[in-house]
């Protein structure tokens, strides 16, 4: 049986790509750095459960306001936590 999965994609990814480029400009020293950049989004998307869709607007038909909002909440604290960290690393490897 040949099945195609390419459609099958983790919703949070665009969510926390749109929140790391939004706040990128807040982190200096991150901010111009495209791998550092994604190692937040990685960071961020590790501490979100993933929930996995074909198609965003059947997953956005299917969520109440409530889980809609909670949902942004969690993308926008899971980003603000991997900025932090990766900003840490970086300082810390800068120290030794």
Do not use: W
């Not at 074909?54 to 956005?60: E, G, I, K, L, T």
């Not at 949902?71 to 936590?81: G, H, K, L, P, Y």
């Amino acid at each position: 049986m040949n099945v195609d999965f390419t459609s099958v994609r983790n919703s949070n990814e665009r969510a926390v790509y749109e929140a790391v480029a939004a706040n990128a400009a807040g982190h200096p020293g991150l901010a111009h750095d495209r791998e550092l950049l994604a190692d937040v989004a990685c960071v961020a998307l590790n501490r979100l459960q993933p929930r996995y869709i074909r198609h965003a607007v059947d997953f956005a038909f299917y969520l109440t306001e409530k889980e809609r909002l909670e949902t942004e909440r969690q993308v926008a604290d899971a980003v603000d936590f991997a900025f932090g960290f990766v900003q840490a690393r970086v300082a810390m490897r800068a120290r030794g």
